[in-house]
């Protein structure tokens, strides 16, 4: 087992990793901006290394600051957390270059999931189902009528380098066609480097639904369940729920092993995330995310396993302690994604905090590294607490979390604590009937 863990991230996902290294009896490592100098991560490690100035290129995604700070203190492993630098199989190359382990999947897997185009093949390899759409990269503007043509319109133009959304076009007629493809290429070469772009039919009303799953070196996968992941807005999820509320028994299933056979046959070891959009009782397969997921309490809530420590011992190179059969669901959990922006327009709302109080009970988890007096600091993501609730079913859990809520103080700065209120008391949340769509369309002024 590793002695020392340099954990490469900040806020909420930083505490995480760092509560399962103690309960491993694992020395831990902070680093920081200097915006986070007061940062809960950085009081509660073993040791801490301040990497640089507070923009994240310079801190957080420093890749020699960060090398350098493990090389300082000793570290044999570092968990790269969510984000920045968690999906960056450069990264990974240059941390195991220096004898030190990376707490992820293997580079090969990282490079093939970060690319849409040669994910879509693989996962076409074994034998997940996808979206209609073009075989590779489309070349020219002809090749995308062309296509267009075959697949039949509406169609949706993405970017290979991309996921979260950027560099995407739905065209819904012919005579769009050639503006929408140009300024896809223009806007992923702006973001990406990487003009690359595919095309596929496009899925006006699905929901989200993504599978969990965890295996080792030697070739042993489970899938943890799925998660539903379709209350969200610009492409930041807001909620998420586990199990799904809509699967059959029977769907979840044959989902589940659907992911676990993909997995096996590619060899995959750590966690991974398979998604998939779902759209008139059928699934298709849009990515694989190769780290751990903001989500991942949830899946934790149901199956009652620290799956952050799980990532941890298959690192360190041992093997599953369980196997399909032995994992087993328990009710329902519900987590809400707190964030300090405007409710509204969703614009970053940094400041002081002066009052903070969490919820608590029986099934009620808060993740954050907010407190009293902590001043949120204008460089980062917004996401500044999660509210994880478990609850024997889906309306235990829904009555629980609404008291939750009640209870949860966050003054003076706008977070998105009003909105979570006003989605469980709607009668949509309640019966679960959401699309990816359905925030967008019932809350927000657009
Ligand atoms: C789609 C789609 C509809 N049809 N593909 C968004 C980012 C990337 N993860 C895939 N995305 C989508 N792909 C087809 N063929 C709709 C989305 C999409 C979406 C997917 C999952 C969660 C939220 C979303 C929000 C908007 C669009």
Redesign the pocket.
């Known amino acids: 087992m590793f002695s020392k863990v340099l954990i490469a991230n900040r806020g909420d996902i930083a505490l995480r990793i760092l509560r399962s290294c103690k309960e491993l009896e694992i020395k831990t490592v902070a680093i920081h901006s200097t915006a986070d100098s007061d940062a809960m991560h950085v009081r509660l490690a073993d040791e801490s290394v301040c990497i640089g100035p507070p923009h994240s290129s310079k801190s957080y995604l420093n890749i020699p600051s960060i090398i350098t700070a493990a090389q300082l203190v000793g570290a044999d492993a570092i968990h790269p957390g969510v984000g920045f630098l968690s999906e960056n199989a450069n990264f990974a190359e240059i941390v195991n270059a220096h004898n030190i382990t990376f707490i992820g999947p293997k580079i090969e897997h990282l490079k093939v999931m970060g690319d849409k185009i040669q994910a879509k093949i693989m996962a076409n390899q074994l034998g997940l189902p996808l979206?209609p759409?073009s075989k590779s990269v489309i070349l020219s503007l002809d090749e995308a009528r062309f296509e267009a043509d075959k697949i039949g319109y509406p169609i949706?133009i993405?970017a290979s380098a991309g996921?979260?959304?950027k560099g995407?076009k739905v065209v819904d007629d012919k005579k769009d066609l050639e503006n929408s493809f140009v300024s896809a290429k223009n806007e992923s070469r702006a973001a990406f480097g990487n003009d690359e772009v595919y095309i596929?039919?496009?899925?006006s009303n699905?929901r989200?639904i993504e599978v969990q799953i965890v295996g080792d070196k030697y070739g042993n996968v489970v899938h943890l369940g799925e998660r539903e992941?379709?209350i969200?807005r610009n492409?930041q999820k807001i909620i998420e729920e586990a199990p799904s509320p809509v699967l059959s028994e029977q769907e979840k299933e044959n989902l589940g092993n659907l992911a676990v056979s993909a997995a096996k046959k590619m060899k995959y070891e750590n966690l991974g995330t398979i998604?998939f959009?779902y759209q008139d009782e059928k699934f298709?397969f849009?990515?694989m995310n190769t780290r751990l997921q903001v989500e991942h309490p949830i899946t934790e809530a149901i199956t009652g396993l620290d799956i952050v420590r799980e990532q941890i011992m298959i690192s360190s190179g041992k093997k599953l302690s369980f196997k399909q059969e032995n994992i087993k669901f328990f009710g329902h959990s519900i987590e809400c994604r707190i964030n300090a922006e405007d409710p509204m327009t969703f614009v970053p709302s940094p400041g002081i905090i002066s009052q903070f109080h969490p919820p608590g009970g029986l099934g009620v988890r808060v993740d954050s590294g907010i407190y009293s007096g902590y001043q949120i600091p204008p460089f980062y993501d917004s996401l500044i607490a999660k509210l994880i609730v478990h609850g024997d079913d889906r309306q235990h859990c829904i009555r629980r979390l609404k008291q939750a809520l009640k209870e949860m103080i966050i003054e003076p700065v706008p977070t998105t604590l009003e909105l979570h209120k006003q989605i469980l008391d709607n009668e949509d949340m309640n019966t679960a009937n959401y699309d990816?769509k359905w925030l967008e369309n019932n809350f927000l002024s657009k």
């Open positions: 979206v759409g949706l993405k996921g979260g959304g995407m596929e039919k496009y899925l699905p989200h992941c379709s969200q492409h998604e959009l298709y849009i990515e990816i």
